[in-house]
C-alpha cells in the first residue's frame, strides 16, 4: 500500500511472539511424537506378547504363504474392482432417479412415489447378504428365458438395488437441504418443476451429499467380497480357496490388505472433497 | 485512570494484503468508541483482534492491564470478560433464546441455572423480550433476534462489549429498537467499541470516534470535532459521501 509498509520490520515484542509461538510448536510436535510412539509400542507388545502370538504369526501373517498365495487373490481382486466399477454408475442413476421421483408433487407421479418408498424401505431392510443369496441362487431357479444365470452379474444386481435404496436416501436428504427460496427463485424465473430439479436443485444437493456418497461408495468397495457367498470367484472366494488348501489363513489377510490399498485413497479423496467443500462454503466466515 | 484496553501499534496481515497497520486505541471504563470507516477499512478485523479471534501480526494489546497479544494467555478467560455481538447475530439456532443466554453464564461461569435464567429473564425483559424466552430465535424478527444476541453478551457482564456492525442486517424500521438498546446501556456506564455505519448515533452517543482509511486509524477524536471538523481530507470525503446534505 504506502512506503511505510515496505519498511516495516516486526518489532521486539513480535520477534519475541514469534519465538514463543516456535517453541511451543515445538513443544507440541515432541509430545505428539512421543505420545504416538509410545501407544503404537505398548499396543505392538501387547499383542505380541499374548500367548498365542507364536501360532497367529504361523498362521495369518506368514510371509511365504502371502507370497503363495497372492496371484491367485489378486486375479480375484480384479473380479471385485470390475464388480465395483459396473455397480458404482448404476447405483447413482437409481439412487438419483429414486430420490427424484420422491421429490415431486404431482398427482400423476402418485404411484412412482408410492414405489419409490416401498423400494427405498424393503430393500434398505433386507440386510445386503440376503440379497445376494436370493439373486444368486433364486433368479437361476426361476428358469427365466434371456435372464443371465451368471452368479457374477446376478450378484452385482443385489448390490445395485442394495445400494441404489440406501443412495436414493442420501440424495433425497440432499434435495431436502436446499433452501425453498432456491425453489422460489426458479419458480420466479418461470422454470418448470423438471427444470428447476435439473438446473437449481440438484447440482447444489449433490455438491452437498458428495462426502456421504463417497462414503457410501468405499462400503460398496468392501461389500463386493459379499459375492463370495454364492462361488463368485473374487478376492474373498479366491483367498478362502487357497486355505482350504493349504490349511493357511495368511491369503486371507492378503485379501485384508489389497482392500485397503483399494480404498484408502479413495477414503482420503473423499477427506479432501469435504474439506474444500467447507472452505469454499465458509470462506472468509468465522 | 488506567486504561481498560489499549492498543498499540496494532498489525494485521493477510498474506501479503495489509488488513491492519500502526493502530493505537486506548479506552477507559464507560468510554463508548465508535469505529467508522467505509467497507473493508478494518474496522471488523481490529474488534476480531481485539476479541482473540484473529491473533496480531505486530504490536501489542493490553486489555484490564494484562497483555492479551501474548501467545501464552489464556483466551479464554479474556473473553469470558469480553463480550461480542456479530452482525449476523449467530445465535444457535437450536436453543431457545433463554438457552441461548444462559449457556455461557452456565457452562462458562459457573452460576447455577435459577440465578442465571433469573438474570437472562431480567435483561430480556428490560429489551422488550420478556414473552420471547422460550422461542428459538429463527422463530423471531431481525431485531428481536439482535436484541437477543446482545442480551447474551450482556449475561456474563463482560467489562468491555465489542458491537460489530450489530445493525447492517437489519431493516429501517428494526434499526431504531437496537439502537434504542445501545444508547441505554452506553447511558448506564457500559464500555463499548462499535463498528458502526450509523454515523447520526455515533455522534449521539460516542465519547470518541475513531475514522479507520485502509486499515489505519486516520483520525480520532470526540465526535464533534470528527464530525463537524475533520482534519483529514479523506474523513471529509467520506463523511460528504454518507452524512445526508444539510
Redesign the interface.
Known amino acids: ?1 504506502s512506503a ?2 515496505r519498511s ?1 520490520e ?2 521486539a ?2 520477534l519475541e ?1 514469534r519465538a ?2 516456535r517453541q ?1 510448536t515445538r513443544r507440541d510436535v515432541t509430545v505428539a511424537t512421543v505420545a504416538l510412539l509410545l501407544v503404537l509400542g505398548l499396543l505392538g507388545v501387547g499383542i505380541t506378547s499374548s500367548p498365542g502370538w507364536d501360532s497367529v504369526r504361523e498362521s495369518f501373517f506368514n510371509w511365504g504363504e502371502a507370497k503363495a498365495s497372492f496371484p491367485e487373490v489378486i486375479r480375484g481382486f480384479g473380479k471385485n474392482i470390475v464388480i465395483f466399477l459396473v455397480a458404482e454408475p448404476c447405483i447413482l442413476v437409481l439412487g438419483v432417479a429414486v430420490a427424484v421421483v420422491r421429490s415431486t408433487v404431482s398427482p400423476v407421479m402418485l404411484p412412482f412415489r408410492v414405489l419409490a418408498v416401498v423400494y427405498a424401505d424393503v430393500f434398505r431392510g433386507i440386510p445386503t447378504i440376503l440379497l445376494v443369496y436370493l439373486a444368486g441362487f433364486g433368479v437361476p431357479a426361476l428358469r427365466l428365458t434371456g435372464v443371465t444365470t451368471n452368479t457374477m452379474w446376478l450378484g452385482t444386481g443385489a448390490l445395485v438395488l442394495s445400494y441404489g435404496a440406501y443412495v436414493s436416501e442420501v440424495f433425497r436428504a440432499g434435495i431436502e437441504s436446499i433452501h425453498p427460496s432456491q425453489l422460489a427463485s426458479a419458480d420466479t424465473l418461470g422454470l418448470s418443476r423438471w427444470q428447476s430439479m435439473r438446473y437449481v436443485v440438484l447440482p447444489q444437493a449433490t455438491r452437498r451429499v458428495a462426502p456421504p456418497l463417497l462414503n457410501d461408495f468405499i462400503s460398496l468397495q468392501k461389500d463386493t467380497a459379499l459375492l463370495s457367498v454364492i462361488a463368485v470367484f473374487e478376492a474373498m472366494f479366491s483367498a478362502q480357496d487357497y486355505n482350504n488348501y493349504h490349511f493357511n489363513y495368511t491369503s486371507l489377510v492378503v485379501a485384508a490388505v489389497l482392500f485397503i490399498c483399494l480404498t484408502i485413497p479413495l477414503t482420503r479423496f473423499t477427506d479432501w472433497l469435504g474439506r474444500r467443500a467447507l472452505r469454499r462454503q465458509f470462506a472468509g466466515a ?1 | 485512570m488506567t486504561a481498560l484496553l489499549e492498543a498499540t501499534d496494532v498489525r494485521k496481515t493477510y498474506g501479503d494484503k495489509v488488513v491492519l497497520a500502526d493502530v493505537d486505541l486506548s479506552l477507559e471504563a464507560h468510554d463508548v468508541v465508535c469505529l467508522i470507516g467505509s467497507s473493508g477499512s478494518g474496522k471488523s478485523t481490529l474488534l476480531r483482534c481485539l476479541n482473540l479471534l484473529e491473533d496480531v501480526d505486530d504490536g501489542v494489546i493490553l486489555f484490564e492491564g494484562d497483555e492479551i497479544s501474548d501467545p501464552r494467555v489464556d483466551r479464554r478467560g479474556v473473553r469470558s470478560r469480553m463480550g461480542m455481538v456479530f452482525q449476523a447475530y449467530n445465535l444457535f439456532p437450536h436453543m431457545t433464546v433463554l438457552d441461548n443466554c444462559t449457556l455461557a453464564p452456565r457452562r462458562v461461569h459457573g452460576i447455577p441455572k435459577d440465578e442465571a435464567e433469573q438474570r437472562a429473564r431480567d435483561l430480556l425483559g428490560q429489551f422488550g423480550l420478556a414473552d420471547q424466552a422460550d422461542k428459538h430465535p429463527d422463530r423471531m424478527s431481525g431485531g428481536q433476534q439482535q436484541r437477543a444476541a446482545l442480551v447474551r453478551a450482556l449475561c456474563t457482564q463482560p467489562t468491555l462489549l465489542l458491537l460489530d456492525e450489530i445493525t447492517a442486517a437489519l431493516d429501517p424500521e428494526l434499526v431504531g429498537d437496537v439502537l434504542r438498546i445501545v444508547r441505554e446501556l452506553a447511558e448506564q456506564g457500559t464500555t463499548m467499541i462499535l463498528a458502526t455505519h450509523e454515523m447520526a448515533f455515533a455522534r449521539d452517543v460516542a465519547t470518541t470516534v475513531c475514522f479507520l482509511d485502509q486499515g489505519r486509524i486516520l483520525e480520532h477524536g470526540p465526535p464533534a470535532t470528527i464530525f463537524s471538523n475533520p482534519r483529514e481530507e479523506r474523513t471529509r470525503q467520506f463523511l460528504a459521501r454518507v452524512l445526508p446534505a444539510s
Open positions: 500500500m511505510t509498509d516495516w516486526p518489532s515484542r513480535e511472539r514463543v509461538r511451543r468465522r
